[in-house]
């Protein structure tokens, strides 16, 4: 997982896909493949969005719809 440093910018990180991973779950609920195909431009960092997804998930920020395969976005209380 790649987090910012003095080695890896911030565009390189993990943290820098939360925005555009959340902005479009907030919009409205999406399956996996296309959330990726939305939110991925560079298909190399398919490792590094899944781990964004992992983090996300581990915040509380999304979550899977039971009994589907759609990710939504958990809005704050």
């Not at 993990?14 to 479009?24: A, K």
């Not at 919009?27 to 190399?44: Q, Y």
């Amino acid at each position: 997982m790649q987090f910012p440093s003095k080695v890896t910018p911030y565009r390189q990180s993990v943290i820098s896909l939360f925005p555009e991973i959340l902005s479009r779950l907030e919009r409205r609920d999406m399956m996996l493949p296309e959330l990726m195909r939305d939110a991925l431009s560079d298909k190399e960092k398919i490792n590094l969005f899944m781990d964004a997804l992992d983090c996300l998930f581990a915040l509380g920020r999304i979550e899977f719809k039971k009994g589907t395969e759609v990710l939504h976005y958990v809005g704050r209380d």
